[in-house]
């Protein structure tokens, strides 16, 4: 199983990122799928979730209604479009895959992640 998440950089305060996530070795149509993001010295924080249906999403407080998480299951893809972005977005992000689709906010029901994209926000 491998989840390739692409799309970080540097961006100023108040501007856009997609993140994208290609996923291979599983069938990603039948899996949850998560964001998450870690910030130096700070734990793994919960940002969006989906369900592998895409029926249902979960957000954080803190990016509810700036981003939106979204899933094309014919490209084995997992989106995230980050707009108005704050300093305090500045992470590096990881995307996640959960087989047993208990659709949650907890990174410890995740099963597989990938290896993280970093976000930097500047002011």
């Known amino acids: 199983v491998q989840l390739q998440a692409s799309g970080g950089g540097l961006v100023q305060a108040g501007g856009s990122l997609r993140l994208s996530c290609v996923a291979s070795?599983?069938?990603?149509?039948?899996?949850?799928m998560g964001w998450f993001r870690q910030a130096p010295g700070k734990e793994r924080d919960f940002v969006a979730a989906?369900?592998?249906?895409?029926?249902?999403?979960l957000y954080a407080d803190s990016v509810k209604d700036r981003f939106t998480i979204s899933r094309d299951n014919s490209k084995n893809t997992l989106y995230l479009q980050m707009n108005n972005l704050k300093l305090e977005d500045t992470a590096v992000y990881y995307c996640?895959?959960?087989?047993?689709?208990?659709?949650?906010?907890?990174?410890?029901?995740?099963?597989?992640w990938g290896q993280g994209t970093q976000v930097t926000v500047s002011s």
């Open positions: 996640a895959a959960d087989f047993r689709r208990l659709y949650s906010r907890e990174y410890q029901t995740y099963d597989y």
């Open positions: 070795g599983l069938t990603f149509s039948s899996y949850d």
């Open positions: 989906i369900r592998w249906t895409g029926s249902g999403i």
